[in-house]
């Protein structure tokens, strides 16, 4: 099946530093890519859209400058935490949209820990 | 605005117990619903869907009806197996206009006892 992988799994960092979390598609192209926060025992909150050659559009209430999205490529959108803070850290997940013929599927990676101290 | 509310876990059972888990939503419109599934370690996978009304999503043994008059959308499975212990999440698409956009429920924790 397809798969999508997110780089790192884990991070800590100090406050006020950024973070770059990578999401690829390994075995298919993806025009959009999605960006998802869960906070403990909590929903995934969709942050927002990653569209290929294009800015990326946010959900009402996320910082655009505080999380900046890039999505360079077909298979790669990076997600970055910029001046990190205690509040930022979450659980970061990523999915990628496969397009087979008149059929769309959304899958998802394993997620990045983030852990500001 | 659109919600999923689903029940707390963790749902404890024995293997080749009977498994629900609720899923009830609002939303505006006539939303597709979802039920992904979570292994330890590994991303969300889609378990099986709904796009309509009294539609029926089945999958490795699991089903789950579109019920609009009752806005819910229960997962089922006759006979649960080690196996399935998981985190199953309930979601709807938010918006008919723009694919992809999930509102998801809180999760619910299975574990399944040999």
């Known amino acids: 099946g397809a798969v999508v992988s997110q780089h790192p799994s884990r991070v800590i960092c100090k406050s006020g530093t950024s973070v770059k979390i990578e999401c690829r598609s390994l075995d298919f192209q993806a025009t959009t890519m999605f960006w998802y926060r869960q906070f403990p025992k909590q929903s995934l909150m969709l942050m927002a859209t990653?569209?290929?050659?294009?800015?990326?559009?946010?959900e009402q209430g996320v910082e655009k400058d505080k999380f900046l999205i890039n999505h360079a490529s077909l298979t790669l959108s990076t997600l970055t935490v910029t001046s990190a803070h205690p509040e930022d850290s979450s659980f970061y997940i990523c999915s990628a949209r496969r397009t087979s013929g008149s059929t769309d599927t959304q899958y998802f990676g394993p997620g990045t820990r983030l852990t500001v101290l | 605005g659109n919600s999923v509310t689903q029940m707390e876990g963790p749902v404890t059972l024995s293997e080749e117990a009977f498994l629900t888990i609720n899923c009830t939503y609002t939303a505006t419109g006539y939303p597709s619903l979802f039920w992904y599934v979570q292994y330890p370690g590994e991303g969300l996978q889609l378990l099986l869907k709904?796009?309509?009304?009294?539609d029926k999503g089945s999958n490795k043994g699991f089903e789950a009806t579109y019920r609009k008059e009752t806005t819910s959308f229960h997962l089922e499975k006759g006979s649960v197996q080690v196996s399935d212990s998981a985190v199953y999440f309930c979601a709807l698409d938010r918006t008919t206009d723009s694919w992809g956009k999930l509102q998801f429920g809180a999760g619910t924790q299975v574990v399944v006892t040999p």
């Open positions: 990653s569209n290929e050659g294009s800015k990326a559009t946010y």
């Open positions: 709904a796009t309509k009304a009294d």
